[in-house]
Each structure stands twice: as structure tokens, then as C-alpha cells.
């Protein structure tokens, strides 16, 4: 008898910890997290709005000084080089247009994934066509900054 009472005792007070005990995971406040998502599309949508109209000045208040950029033929750009080849006239861009998004949010840092459709010239280069992309945010002094990009064209 007390070797069935014993487990019996201890299958009564685990097995409701297990079913009961362990916490659901949390989900961040919905309303914040759209928010902040619909901040971030917008912040890219931006990009592209800024890049067909040449718009340095968009570039260089959301990137960070320290941006790394990766363009799909593995050459690494800074933010002053990126600048500096729209203010030349080097990278010409005529449309881009976003889709496919997912945005994915840890606290202060955010990795934005999707799809650039575009038309561009890169000096005498037709660089137009579809392109997958994933820039990384960071949260500094309440604001979004691109700190780094990186795409592969679509075959």
C-alpha cells in the first residue's frame, strides 16, 4: 500500500503543475506590434519613394552612419558611398515598388524581410528585376535606423 501511495502523491502534485503550471507564451501587445510593423513597412516604402526621386535627404536622416550595405553582387557599400552614387547620378532609379513583407520585431532590433521590384541603372548597367531583400533596424533615441541591407536579385 505505501509503495502506490507515495507515486500516487507525486503524480497528484506534478500532473496538475505540468497541464496547469506552465505559463502560455506571451504575445506582445498587438496594437503596439502592428504599430511598430506599419512604421517599419512605411520606413521602406519611404526608401523606395526617396530612391525614385532622388531624395538624399530621406537616405541620410533614417540610415545609420555605421550602415552596411551588401548589394546582390556581394560588393559592401557605406552610407556616404550610397549617397554619394544617387547625388552623381550613378544610381538612377525610375520605379521600385515593395511586397511580401515580414516584419519581425525583438525589443529595439527589427529584421524586416521582402520582395523590391525595380528599375534602375547602376552607371550603364541595367540593374532592373526583382529582388529579395533583408534590412536590420535599430530603435536609437526613439527613432528607426537602417543599420544594415542586404538583396539578391531574383533569377
Request: charged residues 25%; hydrophobic residues 40%.
Amino acid at each position: 500500500m505505501k509503495r502506490l501511495l507515495i507515486p500516487t502523491i507525486v503524480l497528484a502534485l506534478v500532473v496538475p503543475w505540468l497541464l496547469f503550471g506552465q505559463a502560455k507564451p506571451q504575445q506582445a501587445a498587438p496594437a503596439k506590434s502592428a504599430s511598430v510593423e506599419q512604421e517599419l513597412i512605411e520606413l521602406e516604402n519611404g526608401m523606395n519613394d526617396a530612391t525614385v526621386k532622388g531624395d538624399v535627404t530621406f537616405f541620410d536622416r533614417i540610415a545609420a552612419d555605421d550602415l552596411t550595405d551588401t548589394d546582390f553582387t556581394g560588393r559592401v557599400w557605406t552610407k556616404a558611398q550610397d549617397i554619394e552614387n544617387v547625388k552623381s547620378g550613378n544610381f538612377k532609379c525610375t520605379s521600385a515598388a515593395n511586397d511580401d513583407f515580414k516584419v519581425r520585431v525583438y525589443g529595439d532590433t527589427a529584421v524586416v524581410t521582402g520582395r523590391n521590384t525595380v528599375k534602375a541603372q547602376f552607371i550603364s548597367m541595367d540593374v532592373s528585376g526583382q529582388y529579395r531583400w533583408t534590412d536590420t533596424w535599430i530603435k536609437r533615441a526613439g527613432r528607426w535606423q537602417l543599420v544594415a541591407t542586404h538583396n539578391s536579385k531574383i533569377r
